[in-house]
């Protein structure tokens, strides 16, 4: 799995605005969304038996909701994106095969920017099959 497949994925079922991209917004949008790749300290997971038996791995991202300077507006579209992952289940994202994700019980309010957009984030944390 990797975060430009969970962006891709992401584009496909919502609308994002002004855009979406990876590890940054456009600062100057109104209606943004960007996809943060999150890692994870600690060593890799490698189940009994070896890689060869190792079948799935966990995918983090943080999705940053940046969307209008209406506070309603913008919880809104957090829980659009929030709901596309709320009991999501064997799924492809883009090629990768997504077998449950974990967005937390709801998106995060981070408060408004310089510009008075609101923001949210969600924390999603996927299983998925292990890339070879």
């Known amino acids: 799995m990797t975060t430009e497949q969970l962006k891709n994925w992401l584009k496909s079922k919502i609308d994002v605005g002004e855009g979406i991209r990876i590890g940054s917004i456009d600062g100057n949008a109104k209606q943004f969304i960007g996809v943060y ?3 994870v300290a600690g060593g890799a997971r490698i ?3 070896g890689a060869a038996q190792t079948f799935t791995e966990t995918f983090r ?4 909701v940046h969307w209008s300077q209406s506070a ?3 919880e809104q579209k957090a829980h659009e994106v929030w ?3 709320y009991g999501l289940t064997n799924t492809d994202m883009d090629g990768a095969t997504v077998y449950c ?3 937390g019980a709801s998106p995060i309010p981070l408060g408004k ?3 008075g957009i609101h ?3 969600i924390r999603v944390t996927l299983t998925c099959k292990r890339s070879e």
């Not at 991202?61 to 940053?64: C, Y």
Request: glycine share 4%; net charge negative; with cysteine.
């Open 37 to 39: 790749r999150k890692e």
């Open 47 to 49: 189940c009994l038996g």
């Open 61 to 64: 991202a943080d999705i940053l």
């Open 72 to 74: 309603v507006q913008a």
């Open 83 to 85: 709901q596309l992952f």
């Open 101 to 103: 994700a974990d967005a």
């Open 113 to 115: 920017d310089e510009k």
């Open 119 to 121: 923001e949210f984030c």
